[in-house]
């Protein structure tokens, strides 16, 4: 028989094994809640039960609000913006009395207090007067700072001077974009029903106004059609868009129209005006993230599947009008999402609008060489307004401007 002072020896160890055990169990379970296994675990099928509200079919409501009529189903949100700073007369024509035709308008999602940057960008590829015979239109998208009686009263002198501030009455922040993409969609629609491809952007990109009407003219073979020595197309994403389109396409089409679902795209001169066009950096299979430290941290009552539709990155993107009247009647019956981005995907996949990729909108910041940036439509990490200066100017006199 073991001494009485042993017995407590063993008990007390077994005790402190047993709260061993039970320390791992509880922080391991923490970080296993904290890195997302347990909702990664609990994630619903995309491909077998996707739904997002509003649920079910809603083209009849969306082919009513087209038509002018009031929707048999009231919309899921409205966009009734109280407008701080309007551009009205943007896309008038001099004498204000009918809607210009334009083939661009830019729609600059800027923050509040970025004054050198918006200045710079219309000094550079915002320049409304690049191209002659072009018309071109640039409009900034703002919210407002609480509280800054100063900065507020910059961006009304701003405005008095450019007439080119769009600014809501929402709070100036990331997770804001999204109605302030809403806004933009909005304005858009309403005040310059006459511009053929509307361009959204942020105000921290490299653009190029001359590669971007290129890859208009013909985005499937961009920049391929131009004859020139052109990089090769060795991008998944891009072959398979390209394949997309040309496994519909009909030979004997006088016109020759490609399609890929509803998308069509005219190859040889011009875009069709009925084209419906949805063009970025497109990502496919993508997963939301489950982790707690992230910043993109998206819980299973937000969204409960296991990947996100194909979507465009919100940094920079174009549609077409038909694609933007889609996209914006669609919205009304599209439950608002944090990430601006994943709220357009899911309106495209409400719309049936498919989202067509082109890697040379870069959504990272793609290394800088002059010959490196012939064919960059747009380029993401130029925040810093006399760099971006300079490498427009670069590549102008380059003649990829």
């Not at 491809?197 to 961009?222: E, H, I, K, M």
Request: charge should be neutral; proline fraction near 4%; glycine fraction near 4%.
């Amino acid at each position: 028989m073991l001494p009485r002072q042993t017995e407590k020896v063993i008990r007390s160890l077994k005790k402190l094994k047993v709260k061993h055990w039970v320390l791992i169990i509880i922080v391991s379970g923490f970080l296993l809640e904290y890195f997302g296994v347990f909702r990664q675990l609990n994630e619903r099928s995309y491909e077998k039960e996707f739904s997002y509200p509003i649920e079910g079919d809603i083209s009849r409501y969306v082919d009513e609000m087209k038509r002018g009529d009031t929707p048999s189903l009231e919309p899921f949100m409205n966009h009734n913006y109280y407008i701080l700073k309007n551009p009205r007369e943007k896309c008038l024509s001099e004498d204000l009395e009918h809607y210009d035709d334009i083939r661009v308008l830019y729609l600059v999602k800027s923050s509040a207090n970025h004054f050198k940057q918006r200045q710079t960008i219309r000094e550079t590829w915002g320049f409304q007067n690049r191209f002659a015979d072009v018309p071109i239109r640039t409009v900034f998208l703002l919210g407002q700072v609480k509280d800054d009686l100063y900065l507020q009263g910059s961006i009304e002198n701003e405005f008095q001077q450019h007439k080119d501030i769009l600014q809501g009455d929402f709070i100036d922040t990331y997770f804001n974009n999204t109605i302030k993409t809403a806004m933009g969609l909005s304005w858009a629609y309403q005040q310059c029903p006459r511009s053929r491809f509307y361009l959204f952007v942020d105000d921290d990109y490299y653009v190029s106004t001359r590669n971007l009407l290129r890859f208009l003219r013909n985005p499937v073979n961009y920049p391929g059609y131009l004859n020139e020595d052109v990089i090769s197309f060795d991008d998944t994403q891009q072959k398979v868009s390209q394949r997309r389109l040309h496994q519909e396409t009909n030979a004997d089409e006088s016109i020759n129209v490609f399609k890929s679902r509803n998308l069509q795209q005219l190859v040889d001169f011009d875009l069709p005006k009925d084209v419906r066009l949805f063009a970025g950096y497109m990502l496919e299979s993508a997963r939301p993230l489950r982790h707690r430290s992230s910043k993109w941290f998206v819980s299973l009552e937000e969204y409960p599947f296991d990947r996100w539709p194909p979507y465009v990155t919100a940094g920079s993107y174009v549609l077409s009008r038909a694609g933007l009247m889609d996209m914006y009647y669609t919205s009304y019956f599209t439950k608002l999402f944090r990430f601006d981005d994943i709220w357009l995907a899911l309106i495209a996949k409400k719309a049936n609008l498919e989202p067509f990729h082109c890697p040379e909108f870069h959504f990272y910041r793609k290394p800088y060489t002059v010959r490196g940036y012939k064919y960059v439509i747009s380029s993401h990490g130029f925040s810093d307004p006399e760099e971006l200066s300079r490498i427009w100017n670069e590549q102008k006199e380059a003649g990829n401007a």
